[in-house]
């Protein structure tokens, strides 16, 4: 039994021949080449790959940050080139969670208020004592009034995936959420990740550098040049679990 099989449900997402290629001077780069996937929700999915092989332009395109040049996008079941961009700001101020590879917090606010601003964009504001219930889950209960100048990266790591969670997305979409960091920060966010998809049974994909951590998704995709392959150690634990 694969992943895709078990839930009997319609993807959350599903990319049908997805390209995203860059003309640069004469040269075209295929950031995304080809790629069509199902991910179905309540998914742990990793995805790894050497720097420049697509992976940032392929969440970005599944997050509608970006619009493919060839191919199909459905999100929550809605083909994302049907959609203008307000409606598909309302989807992500919705519906989806995003941490960037680099905390990006507003450096003006404390880990409190960095935690409440999606709320902003959202018809939905974020209510303090819920960004405070999020920054005591990752750990930080004690650091809320602090700016993110006094915090250190894997604390502001988590500031980051609080503030994804502000809008209790269905589905998270974490780019290397802990950038350079060290080792045991990694572990922490992971830990932090199946938490979430266990208890709140939110989908998500992790792109990670750390092959390691990526073991512990119900699916690991590797990117290669673009292309999207599952890896093949996951697909023998498979046919190992299925024989
Ligand atoms: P990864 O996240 O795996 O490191 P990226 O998705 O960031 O890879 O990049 C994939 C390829 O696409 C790289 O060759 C990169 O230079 C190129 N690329 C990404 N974004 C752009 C852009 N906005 N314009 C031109 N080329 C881009
Ligand atoms: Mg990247």
């Known amino acids: 039994m694969t992943a895709p099989e078990i839930q009997g449900k319609a993807p959350i997402i599903q990319l049908e021949g997805v390209s995203k290629h860059y003309l640069q001077g004469t040269q075209t780069v295929r950031a995304v080449d080809a790629v069509s996937m199902q991910i179905f929700?309540?998914?742990f999915v990793s995805i790894t790959g050497r720097s420049g092989s697509g992976k940032t332009t392929l969440l970005s395109l599944v997050g509608g940050l970006t619009s493919p040049t060839a191919g199909q996008v459905n999100v929550f079941?809605?083909?994302?080139?049907?959609?203008?961009?307000?409606?598909?700001?309302?989807?992500?101020?919705?519906r989806i969670g995003f941490v960037f590879q680099f905390a990006s917090l507003i450096p003006t606010l404390t880990a409190l208020d960095n935690v409440r601003l999606p709320g902003l964009f959202a018809e939905q504001p974020v209510e303090q004592s819920y960004a405070a219930e999020l920054l005591d889950w990752v750990g930080l209960s004690e650091k809320i009034n602090?700016?993110?100048?006094?915090?250190?990266?894997?604390?502001?790591?988590?500031?980051?995936?609080?503030?994804?969670?502000?809008?209790?997305?269905?589905l998270l979409l974490a780019d290397e959420p802990t950038g350079n960091l060290d080792v045991d920060?990694?572990?922490?966010?992971?830990?932090?990740?199946?938490?979430?998809?266990?208890?709140?049974?939110?989908?998500?994909?992790?792109?990670?550098h750390n092959p390691e951590l990526a073991q512990y998704g119900d699916r690991?995709?590797?990117?290669q040049?673009?292309?999207?392959?599952?890896?093949?150690?996951?697909?023998?634990?498979?046919v190992a679990a299925d024989g």
């Open 41 to 43: 929700p309540g998914n």
């Open 77 to 94: 079941e809605h083909p994302l080139q049907s959609l203008d961009d307000s409606a598909i700001s309302a989807l992500r101020a919705e």
């Open 146 to 170: 602090n700016y993110p100048a006094e915090l250190s990266g894997g604390q502001q790591a988590r500031v980051s995936l609080a503030r994804a969670l502000a809008n209790r997305p269905e």
């Open 185 to 208: 920060t990694e572990w922490e966010m992971l830990s932090l990740l199946r938490d979430l998809n266990l208890n709140q049974n939110t989908t998500i994909l992790l792109v990670t």
């Open 220 to 223: 690991h995709l590797v990117m």
């Open 225 to 238: 040049s673009g292309g999207l392959t599952e890896s093949y150690q996951w697909l023998q634990a498979q």
